[in-house]
């Protein structure tokens, strides 16, 4: 059976696309919502190149073959997801490819860190970016990138201490397919959790947050707030213990953590 074929029967995907190199493959994405004929969601854009990944606010995703980067259109009237559980959708991303890749590897210690990436034996394994196109209403865009087989070993320096990669957990080639396939089947499940205020969903991030008990900086315009972490809260706020007691905060991004 065609990769193609083998996505759209044994998932939930209406539709895929499949790329040699592209520059984003949520570009392509947010390129498609304004064509005149609409796509049949949920689609999957999947690049085995990308060569512009962008990541949250001024982040670039590090670029080098071996990585599963791809994004799923969704469309939330389809879902049923109403536009107030949205912004929750980059914690149950994150805890849709945390739970494949631990059906992957078994032994690994994985954890989610507020709101948009998973870290694998403490160092960044996946990013995600959510966006929401301008025009279209009701698309939801999910850009997901995993390191598998692009070893941190091959990064600069720098990204080196912080990033991993499957292949430097468990080291062997990984089919690229049959990771997409597991993380797309969790997605589907964690879409349904969220979907249905499933309340064992939010006990999962709370259950999985990587900066939980950490000292944690973060920052939202010009305000900067540093506070011991104790968890994410249902409604998806990381929640800092700060010398002025108990901050619940949304959006911003952490800048550091100790
Ligand atoms: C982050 O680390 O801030 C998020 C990184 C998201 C990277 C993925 S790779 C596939 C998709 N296309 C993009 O341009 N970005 C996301």
Redesign the pocket.
């Given at each position: 059976m065609s990769t193609v074929s083998r996505l759209k029967t044994e998932t939930f995907l209406r539709n895929v696309e499949i790329h040699e190199e592209l520059?984003?493959?949520?570009?392509r994405a947010i390129e498609l919502s304004h064509a005149d004929v609409a796509p049949e969601l949920p689609l999957l854009i999947w690049?085995r190149r990308?060569t512009?990944?962008?990541?949250?606010?001024a982040?670039r995703?590090w670029a080098m073959d071996g990585?599963l980067?791809?994004?799923v259109m969704l469309d939330a009237n389809q879902l049923d997801l109403p536009r107030e559980r949205w912004s929750l959708m980059s914690l149950a991303v994150g805890l849709a490819v945390s739970a494949a890749i631990q059906d992957l590897i078994p032994h690994a210690e994985i954890g989610v860190k507020w709101p948009?990436?998973v870290y694998l034996f403490g160092r960044?394994v996946c990013?995600?970016?959510v966006e929401v196109p301008s025009i279209q209403a009701g698309r939801i865009i999910v850009?997901?990138?995993i390191n598998v087989n692009n070893s941190a070993s091959l990064a600069d320096r720098d990204l080196q201490q912080k990033a991993t990669a499957l292949c430097d957990i468990s080291v062997r080639e990984w089919k690229l397919e049959l990771v997409l396939l597991q993380v797309l089947k969790q997605l589907e499940l964690h879409l349904q959790r969220l979907v249905h205020q499933d309340p064992t969903l939010p006990e999962a991030w709370d259950q999985q947050c990587f900066l939980r008990s950490k000292v944690v900086t973060h920052v939202i315009g010009d305000r900067k707030v540093k506070g011991i972490c104790q968890g994410v809260g249902p409604d998806g706020a990381l929640l800092l213990l700060t010398d002025a007691g108990l901050v619940r905060l949304f959006g911003g991004v952490i800048e550091s953590w100790e």
């Open positions: 520059g984003s493959t949520n570009d690049a990308q512009a990944g962008r990541g949250r606010g982040n995703w990585a980067t791809f994004t948009n990436d960044k990013g995600i970016l850009g997901i990138g």
